[in-house]
Protein backbone atom coordinates (compact mmCIF):
# COMPACT_ATOMS: atom_id res chain seq x y z
CA UNK A 1 0.00 0.00 0.00
CA UNK A 2 2.41 2.42 0.96
CA UNK A 3 3.06 6.24 1.33
CA UNK A 4 0.79 7.41 -1.50
CA UNK A 5 -2.71 5.14 -0.25
CA UNK A 6 -1.71 6.18 3.37
CA UNK A 7 -1.66 9.97 2.10
CA UNK A 8 -4.67 9.70 0.42
CA UNK A 9 -6.48 8.35 2.80
CA UNK A 10 -4.98 11.26 5.44
CA UNK A 11 -6.38 14.00 3.20
CA UNK A 12 -9.68 12.48 2.27
CA UNK A 13 -10.37 11.72 5.76
CA UNK A 14 -9.24 15.46 6.90
CA UNK A 15 -11.31 16.79 4.56
CA UNK A 16 -14.17 14.49 5.29
CA UNK A 17 -13.57 15.33 9.37
CA UNK A 18 -13.07 19.38 9.41
CA UNK A 19 -14.48 20.70 5.79
CA UNK A 20 -17.53 18.78 5.21
CA UNK A 21 -20.97 20.25 6.81
CA UNK A 22 -23.27 18.02 4.68
CA UNK A 23 -25.79 15.56 6.20
CA UNK A 24 -26.35 11.95 5.42
CA UNK A 25 -28.81 10.30 7.36
CA UNK A 26 -27.69 7.12 9.57
CA UNK A 27 -23.75 8.36 8.57
CA UNK A 28 -21.68 10.52 10.38
CA UNK A 29 -19.29 12.17 8.21
CA UNK A 30 -17.10 13.57 10.51
CA UNK A 31 -16.49 10.06 12.86
CA UNK A 32 -15.82 8.26 9.06
CA UNK A 33 -13.39 11.18 8.33
CA UNK A 34 -11.21 10.74 11.61
CA UNK A 35 -11.34 7.46 11.42
CA UNK A 36 -10.03 7.69 7.51
CA UNK A 37 -7.25 10.04 8.87
CA UNK A 38 -6.32 7.67 11.68
CA UNK A 39 -5.97 4.63 9.64
CA UNK A 40 -4.39 6.57 6.56
CA UNK A 41 -1.94 8.37 9.51
CA UNK A 42 -1.10 4.86 10.73
CA UNK A 43 -0.32 3.18 7.08
CA UNK A 44 2.59 6.32 6.81
CA UNK A 45 4.44 5.24 9.89
CA UNK A 46 4.29 1.45 9.17
CA UNK A 47 5.31 2.28 5.42
CA UNK A 48 8.20 4.28 6.86
CA UNK A 49 9.18 1.73 9.75
CA UNK A 50 9.23 -0.99 7.26
CA UNK A 51 10.26 0.34 4.26
CA UNK A 52 14.39 0.26 5.58
CA UNK A 53 14.06 -3.48 6.18
CA UNK A 54 13.69 -4.78 2.54
CA UNK A 55 15.76 -6.35 0.74
CA UNK A 56 18.71 -6.17 4.36
CA UNK A 57 21.61 -8.37 3.41
CA UNK A 58 25.00 -9.10 5.63
CA UNK A 59 28.72 -9.33 4.69
CA UNK A 60 30.66 -11.73 6.62
CA UNK A 61 34.84 -11.81 5.59
CA UNK A 62 36.93 -14.99 6.67
CA UNK A 63 40.39 -14.64 6.96
CA UNK A 64 42.06 -17.58 6.39
CA UNK A 65 45.42 -18.89 7.88
CA UNK A 66 47.24 -18.33 4.44
CA UNK A 67 46.51 -14.83 4.40
CA UNK A 68 43.82 -14.70 1.60
CA UNK A 69 39.96 -13.68 2.65
CA UNK A 70 36.85 -14.74 1.41
CA UNK A 71 33.80 -12.66 0.95
CA UNK A 72 30.34 -13.91 1.46
CA UNK A 73 26.87 -11.96 1.12
CA UNK A 74 23.51 -12.66 2.65
CA UNK A 75 20.12 -11.13 1.32
CA UNK A 76 17.21 -11.37 2.85
CA UNK A 77 14.03 -10.16 0.71
CA UNK A 78 11.01 -9.26 2.87
Do not use: C, K, P
Request: hydrophobic share 50%; glycine share 14%.
Amino acid sequence: MGYGFGGFLLVVGLVLALAVTDRVNGVDLTMIGWIMALVGAVLIVVTAMTWGRRGARSVETTTHRDGSQTVSERRTDI
